[in-house]
Every structure is written in C-alpha cells, then in structure tokens.
C-alpha cells in the first residue's frame, strides 16, 4: 500500500490542497491568509484509532478517514496513523513511536515528494478537516517557516524530475542485451525504443 511514488499534483482551493493542477516545480505556493478550521494536536489526538471518526494529518493538512474505518480505526493495519501527524513515516517506513513524527527537515526532496504524495490520496478518498496548529501552520492557520521550506524542496524536485524528462527526450534509450557464455553484447533501436517513435531502426 506504501509504495514509493513520487509524480503527482495538487491545486489550492478554500485556503487548502485539492487534487489537481499544480505541479511540482511551479512557482504557486500556499496564501498566507486561511479562513478554514485549525486544529491543535490535542484535538488531533482525540481521534485516534479508537474514535468514531478518525483522522490523520500529512505534513499538517488533516483529514477524516472514517471511511476507510477497517484500516484507520482499532486494529486497523494503518491504525498508527490516525490522531496524530506522522508525515516523516510515509517515506521512511518507520512506524515507530519514534518514526511517525512530523519531523521532515533532514529528508531529501525525493522523499518529501513521497510526503506530499499522500495529499493527493488523502485529498481524493477524505474529507479534508482542517489544518494543524504545530510545525506547518501556525495558530491562525498561515504557513510556518517550515512549510515553506517545503514547498521550495518541492519545487527543486519539480526542477530536476523536469531535466530528467528532457535529458530523457533529447537522449532516448534503446535495448540492450548481454550474454554471459560469449562475453558480448549488443545493442539496438527500434522505431519506438525508449518510450519515443523514431523514424528508423537498427543494431
């Protein structure tokens, strides 16, 4: 279910992220001014695993995944969850008490890629709630410092996953093959080798 991926996209709407149009490496980022709910971890905690209806967080945007009830509620395979913010173990893998923390500034910006990926779930499958008074947003809901600094990872991401594609474009891949008893290879392109349509073909 936690699989790496990184490639997604979300858009600003109503003062918080919806799946959709902004991209990584783009220059928008989250408006300093909010007018929706903010939620402190006290509330937070009160919808654990055991409530009715509870939440997770994800680099401070909460959601209600009362819908998903038989994986975020009591014995649920992702019940560690729910009632607090444990953005930091969408990418490491750490479900530790130690792990799931909202702790993101020693990651990389593949891994706060991997993060924010999980807006885009959460956005598409959840109720978004609110966002959570502590290391992204401060009391009145307006983006810390460190969200900030998120979301300029996020753009360095965009920046580089954007050479690659042209790297990729401008120096297409072709097949490949090896064989170990003559100790040779070969090498050789079809018309659509590496993803592109060429208009020729050879070894």
Not at 73 to 101: I, K
Request: hydrophobic residues 25%; charged residues 25%; aromatic residues 12%.
């Amino acid at each position: 279910w936690y699989q790496r991926r990184v490639r997604g996209s979300v858009s600003i709407k109503d003062g918080h992220i919806h799946e959709g149009g902004i991209r990584y490496g783009e220059e928008t980022a989250l408006p300093e001014g909010y007018i929706g709910r903010v939620i402190t971890t006290e509330e937070l905690a009160r919808h654990g695993p055991s409530s009715q209806d509870p939440w997770v967080s994800v680099l401070g945007q909460v959601y209600d995944v009362s819908k998903g009830m038989k994986h975020y509620g009591e014995g649920g395979t992702y019940s560690f969850f729910t009632g607090r913010d444990g953005s930091r173990a969408y990418s490491t893998g750490d479900f530790s008490e130690a792990g799931l923390t909202d702790e993101v500034g020693d990651l990389t910006s593949e891994q706060l890629g991997e993060v924010y990926h999980w807006i885009n779930i959460f956005s598409k499958k959840y109720t978004f709630v609110g966002r959570l008074q502590g290391s992204f947003f401060d009391k009145t809901g307006s983006p810390t410092e460190r969200w900030r600094e998120v979301e300029s990872s996020l753009r360095a991401l965009g920046a580089q996953e954007g050479r690659k594609k042209e790297l990729k474009r401008r120096f297409p891949g072709c097949n490949s093959h090896y064989n170990q008893a003559t100790k040779s290879g070969e090498v050789w392109c079809t018309e659509k080798s590496g993803g592109v349509t060429r208009t020729w073909s050879g070894v």
